[in-house]
T-cell receptor
């Protein structure tokens, strides 16, 4: 069966510090991968989307970037965090049937 | 555009009462998906509807897709405290494997 992992689960970072969140998927190959941000417990905003290694589509201009160095690894990064980057970051994967399966998420607080 | 509108935004019911959330689109949907997110958790895929007028049931949950494929509903019969959470509908974008999520309906159940 497929599983998706995200770490860390929670993170508190000062403004201006870098960020690296990692997501890995097991039990499937060549998945579509997604990064979402959820603010205030409502609404899922798609940040990045990837159909394969090195292929990243950015949905909104922002302070974040994403990379996919391996088939089942998706990384969300920032060089300098802003207060507005606080939120719940969710990684998800999908295959051809389009339903998405989410990881447990990372709660980021920028102070 | 491709947005989906969910109503109500919030509902507080007595345990044992029924609950319905609606998802509406101004354009025809190729399919509609429903997700549930428990408080503090991540969204979990519930179901996908693709056919006009389709009705699917999962125990106390009934999902419907409108005849015109522009709206959908999720009905919970005799709510239980385990039903609390936010229910999201999502539509597939016209191109690619991305989803557009509704803002969600928050359900609270009083015991």
């Amino acid at each position: 069966s497929q599983t998706i992992h995200q770490w860390p689960a929670t993170l508190v970072q000062p403004v201006g510090s870098p960020l690296s969140l990692e997501c890995t998927v097991e039990g499937t190959s060549n998945p579509n991968l997604y990064w979402y941000r959820q603010a205030a417990g409502r609404g899922l905003q798609l940040l990045f989307y990837s159909v394969g290694i090195g292929q990243i589509s950015s949905e909104v201009p922002q302070n974040l970037s994403a990379s996919r160095p391996q088939d089942r690894q998706f990384i969300l990064s920032s060089k300098k965090l802003l207060l507005s980057d606080s939120g719940f970051y969710l990684c998800a994967w999908s295959k051809r049937t389009y339903e998405q399966y989410f990881g447990p998420g990372t709660r980021l607080t920028v102070t | 555009g491709q947005q989906v509108m969910q109503i109500p935004q919030y509902q507080h019911v007595q345990e044992g009462e029924d609950f319905t959330t609606y998802c509406n689109s101004s354009t025809t949907l190729s399919n509609i998906q429903w997700y549930k997110q428990r408080p503090g958790g991540h969204p979990v895929f519930l179901i996908q509807l693709v056919k006009s007028g389709e009705v699917k049931k999962q125990k106390r949950l009934t999902f419907q897709f409108g005849e015109a494929k522009k709206n959908s509903s999720l009905h919970i019969t005799a709510t239980q405290t385990t039903d609390v959470g936010t229910y999201f509908c999502a539509r597939r974008r016209e191109y690619g494997n991305k989803l557009v999520f509704g803002a969600g309906t928050i359900l609270r159940v009083k015991s």
